[in-house]
Nanobody
Framework: QVQLLESGGGSVQAGGSLTLSCTASESIFTSIVMAAGWYRQAPGKQRELLATITRGGGTNYADTVEGRFTISGDNARNTVYLQMNSLKPEDTAVYYC????????????WGQGTQVTVSS
């Protein structure tokens, strides 16, 4: 069973930055059919896809974070990152790492989540 371990969450003031990390127990992110993704879920809201990256480095972003968040990966370390800049209070949520099928977008593995709190 693949495990995804996130770290880097915490509390920050509006305008600040945080970097989240997600390390996989196996080299799942280098699979040709898989992508790594970052999601978030705020209280009372649906889980939202923020960004994805393929093993070749291709990225996609949700409109809500494009230009502020950057997803990157280190295939040798089985690790993906989410650099978050210009944070806003509405970015407050639990952030999840995921391994998903890049063709169907079906998530096959979830991380446990890490809390990000942005204060005004």
């Amino acid at each position: 069973q693949v495990q995804l371990l996130e770290s880097g969450g915490g509390s920050v003031q509006a305008g600040g930055s945080l970097t989240l990390s997600c390390t996989a127990s196996e080299s799942i992110f280098t699979s040709i059919v898989m992508a790594a993704g970052w999601y978030r879920q705020a209280p009372g809201k649906q889980r939202e896809l923020l960004a994805t990256i393929t093993r070749g480095g291709g990225t996609n972003y949700a409109d809500t974070v494009e230009g502020r968040f950057t997803i990157s990966g280190d295939n040798a370390r089985n690790t993906v990152y989410l650099q978050m800049n210009s944070l806003k209070p509405e970015d407050t949520a639990v952030y999840y790492c995921a391994a998903l099928n890049r063709f169907t977008s079906n998530v096959q593995h979830w991380g446990q989540g890490t809390q990000v709190t942005v204060s005004s």
